[in-house]
């Protein structure tokens, strides 16, 4: 468990005791009017020494001079301060996380500075930028391990009220986030399809209803694409259906659905050795459904939202499907399995079928780890965005370019479909050697029918991703935070 820092908002006074954290514009005066925490103007003598100019993100510490109250003193440029954006200010957040440490008591002076959303977004930056994932670390140093250090983080805002509340929201989605990063880092030893279900199952204590399918009740409603996967591994799969209802009774749900393959070694078409380890990681679309799905039930969204995540672990066996076999999927349409590392979509065709038929949806977003192809496309710091809707294409784009979650619209057509056709069933599981993403993301539209829908390849942005300001983990959580917006901006109210 990671131990997290405690979060408090007040309103500013002139109790200043351990550390102080302030902040500077670019090339502005460090000390505003009314902080009196460096009577001797120490602070201002050490930055021009180690030519602290306020840039966006740098930081700087001394120790406090003696007559001041505090012990130390941080500072955190801002670069141009009236141009801050909402990430910018939960990415300021994480530099404030690492440069504190695990100081006990920190006293952060925003004063007039920020609003009550940004001083909330500020907390969720140091929340996020704190998480990290080191249970089963038993013999480390110290500091390879989760000691639990208490700290108190108390953020003195002139809005303190207003930013408390916005906090019980934003802390919620925060755990949303650390969720589906547990999830994604969990080994898959531990976390099966079963393990999965139960810590989905989890949820139940926000309010969210949980229904799980088993293997037997898939096999009736003929989800023949998911179960081929399945029956190469001796753990059962499991389709975990959830909803949260805080919208109006008769509003059409949204919903989301992701892959999770909880170990892909790619089946009979096994994969290479060198990195199979991170294929721990291709649940990240369920977990990024679940983490989201925590997020709106927390902050209790205004919505009617279904989760909808099929478990399912690939592995090579005697009892494994075959390159060459070919499934009927629930929806009546046969797949020739030409590869059986082409699972994710395979997955996702009876789950996306099945959402459609029983919930019929305003709109289907499903996430999921689904092309090594998308990286080669796009590296690992935008998710590739497939869309039948330019406007849900459109929502979803803007929440990426405000929580910093980026996505990037990539195509689907009418060349791409030509290239999954079989010679022997309705279609293949492969399009052949390029564009990869494409043709995966065109194999799913086949199975979503008129409904709105996008599909998220998160293949390089779920797991090992570049550290960030916010996140040093392995598992990213990436989309909790994306779609937790996207429902915020287009579909509450
Ligand atoms: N889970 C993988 C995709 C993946 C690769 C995710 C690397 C994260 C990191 C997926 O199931 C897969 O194996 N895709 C194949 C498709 C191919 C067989 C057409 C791929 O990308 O190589
Ligand atoms: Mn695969
Ligand atoms: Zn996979």
Request: hydrophobic letters at 45%.
């Amino acid at each position: 468990m990671t131990i997290l820092p405690a979060i408090a908002f007040a309103k500013p006074t002139n109790v200043k005791k351990g550390t102080v954290v302030i902040f500077a514009a670019q090339d502005a005066d460090i000390v505003e009017e009314g902080i009196d925490i460096d009577p001797s103007g120490t602070l201002a003598r050490a930055a021009s020494a180690a030519k602290f100019k306020g840039k966006k993100k740098s930081t700087f510490e001394v120790l406090a001079p003696h007559e001041s109250p505090a012990e130390k003193i941080i500072v955190i440029g801002l670069g141009k301060a009236d141009e801050l954006t909402a990430s910018d200010w939960l990415a300021l957040g994480g530099v404030m996380k690492k440069a504190m440490g695990d100081a006990a008591a920190v006293t952060v002076l925003a004063h007039e500075l920020i609003g009550a959303d940004e001083a909330s977004t500020l907390a969720q930056g140091a929340i996020l930028r704190s998480y990290s994932f080191k249970k089963y670390k038993t013999t480390k140093k110290d500091e390879d391990k989760d000691e639990p250090k208490a700290q108190k983080i108390t953020i003195q805002c002139v809005e303190a009220t207003a930013a408390k509340k916005r906090w019980a929201d934003d802390e919620g989605v925060a755990k949303g986030v650390m969720l589906a990063r547990d999830l994604v880092n969990e080994p898959a030893n531990i976390l099966g399809p079963e393990e999965f279900a139960s810590r989905a199952r989890a949820l139940e204590a926000l309010g969210v209803d949980v229904n799980v399918l088993s293997e037997k009740e898939m096999r009736k409603m003929g989800m023949g694409a998911l179960l081929g996967v399945a029956q190469g591994s001796v753990r059962p799969p499991q389709l975990v259906v959830m909803k949260w209802n805080g919208g109006k009774a008769k509003d059409k749900p949204i919903a989301f659905i992701g892959k999770g393959v909880t170990f892909d070694t790619g089946g009979i078409s096994i994969k290479p050795a060198g990195g199979m380890e991170d294929m721990k990681g291709d649940m990240g679309g369920a977990a990024a459904v679940t983490g989201l799905m925590h997020a709106l039930a927390a902050r209790k969204a205004k919505a009617n939202v279904i989760g909808i995540i099929g478990l399912v672990e690939n592995m090579p066996d005697g009892n494994a499907q075959r390159p060459g076999d070919i499934v009927t999927s629930m929806s009546g349409q046969t797949i020739e399995v030409i590869n059986t590392d082409a699972e994710g979509r395979l997955v996702l065709a009876d789950a996306l079928t099945y959402c459609g038929q029983e919930f019929k949806p305003q709109f289907m977003i499903n996430l999921a780890t689904l092309t090594g192809a998308i990286m080669v496309a796009l590296g690992k710091h935008y998710a590739g965005l497939f869309s039948n809707d330019d406007e849900l294409a459109g929502q979803i784009n803007e929440a990426g370019m405000s929580t910093g979650e980026k996505v990037w619209r990539m195509p689907i057509g009418p060349e791409y479909d030509k290239m999954i056709d079989s010679t022997f069933a309705d279609m293949k599981n492969i399009g052949g050697r390029w564009g990869g993403s494409c043709t995966a993301a065109q194999f799913l539209k086949r199975f979503v029918g008129e409904t709105p829908w996008a599909h998220l390849d998160i293949a390089g942005t779920a797991m090992a991703s570049p550290s960030n300001d916010i996140n040093t983990s392995w598992g990213s959580g990436f989309g909790v935070r994306l779609l937790d917006q996207m429902v915020r901006d287009a579909y509450e109210g």
